[in-house]
């Protein structure tokens, strides 16, 4: 009996389901689950950590993401605007801004803005202590990412737009906020919610700033846990936890991304 193509396509998918799904079951049984239950699941260390690590850790996250992303937005708006000035140095300090930033780890603008400013200006403090330094250290960074984000955005609105507007009477700082960005922005929603994904991991590095039992996030509070209970189940407890977040959050950009096909 000859095969037609498409039932060698669907039999050769079938044996790819078949492979995979033994490959699993062989990995399944093959692990020590009792050692990993002791090691990773336990109910009593993980019961310890609430509710704090709702109340305290889990806000806290949620916190310097947030305070992060409005300032990166506004920041990396401002910077995309001057990307695309006809004033040469406004675009020279934009760009240096944006390849500076984007090159350099977030680690290491959290210890600039957390050590270097205290010393560059003694005489003043960041305004809201840790949550501002955290606020300007992870901003600072996601604001060059964000820029690229929004100049794309803009370029990628019809120039017929901005020029219609213009024969209007409309100047051209009144176009653009009022025709150019609203739609700008409408391109640009999907990336920009997978920034506010990527500063939910990044606040796993606020603890560098030395944080206290006030200002601690999911990462930290997971690390102090498991120093204390000598148990790595914390850091599931952690990980779960930042799935709350970022979880739902990619649906929001799925739907955003199937919705902006959609209309285009």
Do not use: C
């Amino acid at each position: 009996m000859t095969l037609t193509r498409r039932r060698r396509q669907r039999l050769v998918r079938s044996a790819g389901y078949v492979v995979f799904a033994l490959a699993i079951l062989a990995v399944v049984a093959a692990a020590d689950w009792g050692t990993l239950s002791e090691a990773f699941f336990r109910l009593d260390v993980a019961r310890s950590m609430f509710p704090e690590a709702i109340t305290v850790a889990l806000r806290n996250t949620i916190l310097y993401t947030l305070m992060a992303f409005a300032f990166g937005l506004a920041l990396g708006l401002a910077l995309a605007l001057m990307r695309l000035s006809s004033i040469l140095p406004y675009r020279w300090f934009a760009t240096a801004y944006i390849e500076l930033f984007r090159g350099l780890p977030a680690l290491l603008v959290l210890f600039m803005v957390g050590y270097g400013v205290p010393l560059a200006f003694p005489d003043r403090e960041i305004p809201g202590g840790v949550y501002g330094s955290v606020t300007l250290g992870l901003g600072i960074t996601a604001a060059a990412y964000m820029a690229e984000t929004i100049r794309a955005g803009i370029q990628a609105v019809p120039k017929g737009q901005l020029e219609a507007a213009r024969t209007l009477g409309m100047s051209h700082t009144r176009a653009m906020i009022s025709i150019i960005l609203p739609q700008a922005f409408r391109i640009v929603i999907p990336p920009l919610t997978n920034e506010i994904i990527l500063l939910t991991k990044d606040t796993s590095l606020v603890y560098v700033l030395g944080v206290t039992s006030t200002t601690i996030e999911l990462t930290k509070f997971a690390g102090d846990s498991l120093n204390t209970r000598v148990n790595p189940t914390p850091l599931v407890v952690a990980g779960l936890l930042y799935l709350v977040i970022t979880l739902p959050l990619g649906q929001v950009v799925r739907y955003l991304e199937r919705r902006a096909a959609r209309e285009r």
